[in-house]
T-cell receptor, first 109, second 111 residues
Framework: GQQLNQSPQSMFIQEGEDVSMNCTSS?????WLWYKQDPGEGPVLLIA?????ELTSNGRLTAQFGITRKDSFLNISASIPSDVGIYFC?????????FGTGTRLTIIP | EPEVTQTPSHQVTQMGQEVILRCVPI?????FYWYRQILGQKVEFLVSFYNNEISEKSEIFDDQFSVERPDGSNFTLKIRSTKLEDSAMYFC?????????FGEGSRLTVL
């Protein structure tokens, strides 16, 4: 099946710092999505990208759909305590979503 | 805001027992999915369901698993004879045409 490599696996940053994470795939997707998961809850959609090259922002979050359709990145600017959680990328081809392995974000006080 | 609701939130069962996890999708949604997340691991696709039939399933979704919409509202995942490795969070997700909405999940613990 399709594999998504997400990096980094974990990040320890100070409040106010910027964050960057990315996903790469061996195959192409038609849609890239970024989700955040808080403990004990389901993933919540942050940003959806539908076209190769698309750059989309949602508040302090910015994500891009790679030109090759095989990669995407997510940036978070000026991190705040509520950004803590696990971030998953997901690639979609037709109906199925394939999730990345997640990036655990921890904010050091 | 419309939401996907799942029951039970947590179920503990003995190995070999049957389990049914239930999901109430958002009312006008047409596509339904089950995903699984083993503790500390990524979210994995199990199955998609559209127009009262399975449209796609993963290698994980073997003969022990089945899905149905028995009454046109609930969407269920049945595991016939649970194994220890079935212990995980199971997420239902539903979709109209765009965004996938996830439920909060059902935690299954198999002893």
């Amino acid at each position: 099946g399709q594999q998504l490599n997400q990096s980094p696996q974990s990040m320890f940053i100070q409040e106010g710092e910027d964050v960057s994470m990315n996903c790469t795939s061996s195959s192409i997707f038609n849609t890239w999505l970024w989700y955040k998961q808080d403990p004990g809850e389901g993933p919540v959609l942050l940003i959806a990208l539908y076209k190769a090259g698309e750059l989309t922002s949602n508040g302090r979050l910015t994500a891009q759909f790679g030109i090759t359709r095989k990669d995407s990145f997510l940036n978070i600017s000026a991190s705040i305590p509520s950004d803590v959680g696990i971030y998953f990328c997901a690639g979609q081809l037709e109906e199925k979503l394939t999730f990345g392995t997640g990036t655990r974000l921890t904010i050091i006080p | 805001e419309p939401e996907v609701t799942q029951t039970p939130s947590h179920q503990v069962t003995q190995m070999g027992q049957e389990v049914i996890l239930r999901c109430v999708p958002i009312s006008n949604h047409l596509y339904f999915y089950w995903y699984r997340q083993i503790l500390g691991q990524k979210v994995e696709f199990l199955v998609s369901f559209y127009n009262n039939e399975i449209s796609e399933k993963s290698e994980i979704f073997d003969d022990q698993f089945s899905v149905e919409r028995p009454d046109g509202s609930n969407f269920t995942l049945k595991i016939r004879s649970t194994k220890l490795e079935d212990s995980a969070m199971y997420f239902c997700a539903t979709q109209y045409t765009g965004e996938l909405f996830f439920g909060e999940g059902s935690r299954l613990t198999v002893l």
